[in-house]
Structure formats: structure tokens, C-alpha cells
């Protein structure tokens, strides 16, 4: 083989070396994996257009008449958060400085505050309900780096566990920027014991196996609830 041949076979070595070396690191954060058998505690939230907020920490509504059902279960302690988003009557198409438009942020009723989460956008079911669901793993990323720091970084699930109401959960589309639809987070109870003690209760918390089919009925309450707030 002649240098110059020699060379470029080499260079094209390490770079494919490379390329699948960043693919691995990627693929490490907010990766998509199957639901846990144990989760140590759920939480939902029912999003309504009057509780968004836009960044400068004031009311903006959101889009007349949506509401939004998202019920959320964790494991903490494989950092896993598995996601069952439901939206009507917001239209997309979907826009946010994110890398999705769908997220967990971190402040209080009233607030606003940076995305912790990015969940893919919810889609048409073919009932025109939007729709997502699925887990997640951390790290988790957002794509939003205000200070040159993904504002995902450092964050962990725990930290929602420990203090759900300092949670807020939105999505945001082309003509509602600020948030289409936007709720606080709301411990849900698990087995008859209050959930939230993941942050807190230590070697006292007990996982607790639940699916899917076990928020069906909240979800359903839930969803009652924000389409009588949408019409007060």
C-alpha cells in the first residue's frame, strides 16, 4: 500500500472511531428503555392555558380551551421516568429552543424556570388526541444551554421526588411560545403510601410495582377537573 493510501485508510480508522465513540456517548443520555418493574413514585398534572407563565414570570394564557393530562412514574433509583402525556385541543406544530417542545421545568406556581426534562412531542392518535408515552434515562438533556451549560445537567430525579410542587410540566407550539398548556406537578399515591419520599425517606422508601393501566383512573379525574377550570 502506498503511503498516501496508507495515510487516508488511518485518518478514515479514526474517524470512524470517532463518530461511533460520540454515537455511544449520545446514546448514554435520555435514552429511550424499557419500563422498570418498580417505581419508588408517580406523579400527574393537570395543564390548563391559565397557568402558563412566559420567561419574565408573567401570565401569558396559553391556547383557549386545551388541556393537558401528564402523568409521570419514577425510579430513582436507576434514574428512569416513564411518561403518559395527553393533549387536546392544542395545535401544532410544536416550537421551543429545546430539542423538543414537551418538558419537565423546575420552578413553583407562578413562575418560570429552566426545562430539567425533554420528552418527545406528543402526536395525533388518530382521534386528533395527541399522544406520548414512553421512558426515559438519565443524564438528561434539553438542548437549552443559556450559560454554555445544558440546563439538564446535574439535575436528578430525586430532586422532583424530594419536591414535586417546585415542578412544573408544559409543551409549547409555534403560536403559544410561552406554553400551550402548563400544570403543576402533584403526588400521586402508590400502594396506600404518599409518594414524593424518594428525595427523602432514605432506606424507609419501598419500590412499588406499578403500570400504566393504574393511572387510567386519575387520569380520567384529572382530565374532568382541567375542563371545568377551562370553562370558570
Known amino acids: 500500500m502506498r503511503p498516501t493510501v496508507r495515510r487516508i485508510a488511518i485518518l478514515s480508522?479514526?474517524?470512524?472511531?470517532?463518530?461511533?465513540?460520540?454515537?455511544?456517548?449520545?446514546?448514554?443520555?435520555?435514552?429511550?428503555?424499557?419500563?422498570?418493574?418498580?417505581?419508588?413514585?408517580?406523579?400527574?398534572?393537570?395543564?390548563?392555558?391559565?397557568?402558563?407563565?412566559?420567561?419574565?414570570?408573567?401570565?401569558?394564557?396559553?391556547?383557549?380551551?386545551a388541556t393537558g393530562t401528564f402523568n409521570y412514574r419514577i425510579n430513582s433509583d436507576d434514574e428512569i421516568i416513564c411518561y403518559d402525556i395527553t393533549l387536546n385541543g392544542v395545535t401544532?406544530?410544536?416550537?421551543?429552543?429545546?430539542?423538543?417542545?414537551?418538558?419537565?421545568?423546575?420552578?413553583?406556581?407562578?413562575?418560570?424556570?429552566?426545562?430539567?426534562?425533554?420528552f418527545p412531542n406528543p402526536e395525533d392518535d388518530g382521534s386528533g388526541t395527541l399522544r406520548s408515552e414512553g421512558c426515559l434515562q438519565g443524564p438528561f438533556t434539553t438542548g437549552v444551554a443559556p450559560e454554555g451549560t445544558d440546563t439538564g445537567e446535574g439535575f436528578t430525579l430525586d430532586q422532583i421526588e424530594a419536591d414535586p410542587s417546585a415542578f412544573f410540566t408544559d409543551t409549547h407550539t409555534a403560536n403559544f411560545t410561552a406554553g400551550a398548556v402548563r400544570g403543576q406537578l402533584t403526588s400521586v399515591?402508590?400502594?396506600?403510601?404518599?409518594?414524593?419520599?424518594?428525595?427523602?425517606?432514605?432506606?424507609?422508601?419501598?419500590?412499588?410495582?406499578?403500570?400504566?393501566?393504574?393511572l387510567v383512573g386519575i387520569a380520567?379525574?384529572?382530565?374532568?377537573?382541567?375542563?371545568?377550570?377551562?370553562?370558570d
Open 13 to 65: 480508522a479514526i474517524t470512524t472511531a470517532s463518530v461511533a465513540l460520540s454515537a455511544g456517548v449520545a446514546s448514554a443520555q435520555d435514552a429511550e428503555v424499557p419500563e422498570p418493574s418498580t417505581f419508588t413514585s408517580m406523579f400527574t398534572a393537570m395543564a390548563t392555558p391559565d397557568m402558563v407563565i412566559n420567561n419574565d414570570g408573567v401570565a401569558t394564557p396559553g391556547e383557549e380551551g
Open 92 to 118: 401544532p406544530p410544536y416550537m421551543s429552543p429545546a430539542r423538543t417542545a414537551t418538558h419537565i421545568h423546575e420552578a413553583e406556581a407562578g413562575a418560570a424556570g429552566p426545562p430539567r426534562i425533554a
Open 189 to 214: 399515591p402508590m400502594g396506600g403510601v404518599a409518594t414524593g419520599a424518594g428525595g427523602t425517606a432514605g432506606e424507609n422508601r419501598a419500590p412499588v410495582a406499578l403500570g400504566a393501566a393504574a
Open 220 to 231: 380520567g379525574v384529572g382530565t374532568v377537573v382541567a375542563r371545568r377550570r377551562a370553562q
